[in-house]
């Protein structure tokens, strides 16, 4: 399991002694990236899913919670998105003490379905494509057969010329994908929250609340400030 990144920077606070005269302090703040809450996971329709406990309980004061959303099926859910819940609770165990802080909610209507033509290489940022070519500012997700290596990706460009159709992306893929069907859609939602008066907080993903839900994948990672 990859282990915590942490990352040191110094703060300058200054103080007045008795003589008011300006006196500098370092304060050193560090920054960890957590193992993630939730690796990349897919949920089927109708299913909830909750991800792994954050422990609040030492000297963490602030916590960035970013969560991943993309579409895993063709059609438009009904109703409702998927919703995302962040929660806390003030006890170090127990379900009956997890209350809602914030939550968001993916849209509902129809993913485009993109077909690549071929096998993408790692670093590529020019996909050639099917005649259905996602809009600019779309958020595509890679689906990979490992699902570790699945995706999110910005369409900063796109050519619609038959026979010669691709989209150019943001930034160059991380890992090799293969020719397939790729929605669009993807959403992400990030918020930073202070947690000085919590013990624990988790995310819940309820892909339940509509009256016609669709599959969907996402991912929670997490920073936290010490």
Known sequence: MPQPVRLETIDHDSAMNDTKDAVKTDKVITKTIETELQA????????????????????IKKVTILIDHAKDHASASVGQGTEYVVQVSEKASGNDTWRTLTSFTAAITAPTAMASDAEEAAGQTVIECGATVPAIGDILFFKNATI????WANVIARVTTGGSETVTLESGLTNVQAAGTYYTQGEHFVVTIAVE?????????????????????????CITVV
Do not use: F, P
């Open 40 to 59: 990349i996971t897919a949920v089927a329709a109708d299913v909830q899913s909750a991800s792994s406990t954050l422990d609040l309980s030492g000297q």
């Open 197 to 221: 008066s919590v013990t624990r907080l988790r995310v819940v993903c309820n892909n339940t609340k509509g009256t016609t839900n669709r599959a969907i994948v996402y991912r929670v990672a």
């Open 148 to 151: 570790a290596n699945s995706e």
